[in-house]
Nanobody
Framework: QVQLRESGPGLVKPSQTLSLTCNVSGDSLTTKYCYWSWIRQPPEKGLEWVGAIAHSGGTSYNPALRRRTSISRDTSKNQFTLQVTSVTPEDTAVYYC????????????WGQGAQVIVSA
């Protein structure tokens, strides 16, 4: 059974860097043709795909967030990490990690979500 779990600070100050880690069990980040994504949902808004890291280690990002977003991985720990720099209150959201890429409605496995609030 594939399980994902997000972890990281729940409160970040404006202009600082948001950092979240997703620990994966039941599958490997390097499984061929698998993609691992970050998705977020701001309050009272829909899901927004943030970016993904492929089984090869290649990354792709939402163009609206590309300048501030970075996704990396540690295959020895089977975890991948999201960093968003220069955060503002508009980055407040529940952040999810999931297996998949593209249309989020097709993702099969999701973490439980991590609430991140950007506030001074």
């Amino acid at each position: 059974q594939v399980q994902l779990r997000e972890s990281g600070p729940g409160l970040v100050k404006p202009s600082q860097t948001l950092s979240l880690t997703c620990n994966v069990s039941g599958d490997s980040l390097t499984t061929k043709y698998c993609y691992w994504s970050w998705i977020r949902q701001p309050p009272e808004k829909g899901l927004e795909w943030v970016g993904a890291i492929a089984h090869s280690g290649g990354t792709s990002y939402n163009p609206a967030l590309r300048r501030r977003t970075s996704i990396s991985r540690d295959t020895s720990k089977n975890q991948f990490t999201l960093q968003v720099t220069s955060v503002t209150p508009e980055d407040t959201a529940v952040y999810y990690c999931a297996r998949g890429v593209g249309d989020v409605s097709n993702y099969e496995y999701w973490g439980q979500g991590a609430q991140v609030i950007v506030s001074a």
